[in-house]
Nanobody, 117 residues
């Protein structure tokens, strides 16, 4: 019902910034929340940030004060602004969507973020 595509990953030095985008297509009107997850080398996938249609947000403790999640008014695109990046932020970042009409979580293909020290 929903297709997601991430962009904006890349290589950045520690202390730098990147902005990830997630373009949603399909039944955007069914999207209740958009999320960013990440999976670092040898680590489990973890929730980074979540934003609801009403604008409520929550963040992992490890990124609070450094990352900001946002979305456009129609849930067509979600963003993750990442500032003061650290080497431990290196991971594949995945966009996900929760729908009000499905128990399934929809996933993008992921975008690599590499932070060099």
């Amino acid at each position: 019902q929903v297709q997601l595509m991430e962009s904006g990953g890349g290589l950045v030095q520690a202390g730098g910034s990147l902005r990830l985008s997630c373009a949603a297509s399909g039944r955007n009107d069914h999207i209740n929340a958009m999320l960013w997850y990440r999976q670092g080398p040898g680590k489990s996938r973890e929730l980074v940030a979540r934003i609801t249609r009403s604008g409520d947000t929550n963040y992992a403790d490890s990124v609070k004060g450094r990352f900001t999640i946002s979305r456009d008014d129609y849930m067509h695109t979600a963003y993750l602004q990442m500032n003061t990046l650290k080497p431990e932020d290196t991971a594949v970042y995945y966009c996900a969507a929760e729908l009000r009409t499905s128990v399934r979580t929809y996933w993008g293909q992921g975008t690599q973020v590499t932070v060099s020290s």
